[in-house]
């Protein structure tokens, strides 16, 4: 079992936004590009560091004005109706305007996310089941925390989210440091890996070096270039293009033949819409 020890508000006031460093009084937007976090082999070292474990599921930022939400894909695909009982959570937040990002997960019998669960599920009518990981806070009552630390707007996201482990919308824990024992223990559970934060970052959407990503599994990372699906096999696809992903070059790789579960690609077909 992992054992994440973390900010404890319980006992803390709350923080006066107008106070809080970075925090800036702005309008409210209507979509935030989320932080992407780039892909290195080990942990990085020092305190400096937050580190979570990296879920596997739909990258997901949620938007409250005024009791109305909205969720929408890292894309700003618009996914309100697929969501509903994460709608329902987020509007339960004690918040007049926020903007929450995370990731919307369904977990196994062991509580480890599971994409192939989310997957059959987003293929079926159910509009239940699903859990809003909640990792980053980027506005929140009239100010944006985009030039806020990480470390203060993880604070006021717990003091917003609260610390329950099993609701819908969810905390997402995380460590000080300790960087390689913490990705060791994430794989011995069978997770897919860890995401390191620095401390003091602000918000960017952008992929930088200031959040990182490390896998358990070794894999490569392609991008589906374009794909053709069979009318009579519609789980079969016939991708045009694998590109391999090298820092800022992209090598066609050919084409590739696959079998996908018929969720997957469905997936596939709504990405596409």
């Known amino acids: 079992m992992i054992h994440i020890d973390s900010i404890n508000l319980e006992n803390l006031p709350l923080i006066d936004l107008k106070k809080l460093r970075g925090a800036r009084k702005s309008k409210l937007p209507s979509f935030i590009p989320p932080q992407l976090a780039t892909l290195v082999k080990e942990p990085p070292s020092g305190d400096e560091w937050l580190h979570e474990l990296k879920f596997d599921g739909y990258r997901t930022l949620s938007r409250v004005d005024r009791g ?73 009552d009239g100010f944006s925390l985009t030039q806020t630390p990480l470390k203060h707007r993880k604070e006021l996201q717990k003091d917003l989210v609260g610390s329950n482990s099993h609701g819908v919308i969810r905390y997402s824990e995380h460590i000080n440091g300790s960087g390689d024992e913490f990705f060791k223990h994430a794989c011995e559970y069978g997770i897919e890996g860890i995401v390191s934060k620095l401390a003091n970052s602000h918000y960017e959407s952008t992929r930088n070096r200031k959040r990182l990503q490390v896998k358990c599994a070794k894999q490569q990372e392609f991008v589906i270039a374009g794909y053709t699906p069979f009318v009579k096999r519609p789980a079969r696809i016939r991708f045009a293009g694998l590109r391999f992903l090298r820092e800022t070059e992209a090598r066609l790789r050919g084409r590739s033949w696959d079998r996908l579960h018929i969720q997957t690609a469905q997936c596939f077909e709504e990405a596409a819409r």
Do not use: C, H, P
């Not at 697929?82 to 329902?88: H, L, M, T, Y």
């Not at 995370?102 to 239940?128: H, N, P, Y």
């Open 68 to 140: 109305r939400v909205t969720v929408w894909s890292r894309n700003g695909k618009d996914r309100t109706e697929k969501f509903q009982n994460v709608v329902e959570a987020v509007k339960s937040l004690k918040a007049t305007s926020a903007m929450l990002d995370g990731e919307i997960v369904i977990v196994d019998a062991q509580g480890r996310s599971s994409f192939q669960k989310l997957q059959r599920a987003m293929g079926k009518a159910t509009v239940s089941g699903f859990a809003y990981e909640v990792f980053d806070l980027i506005y929140l």
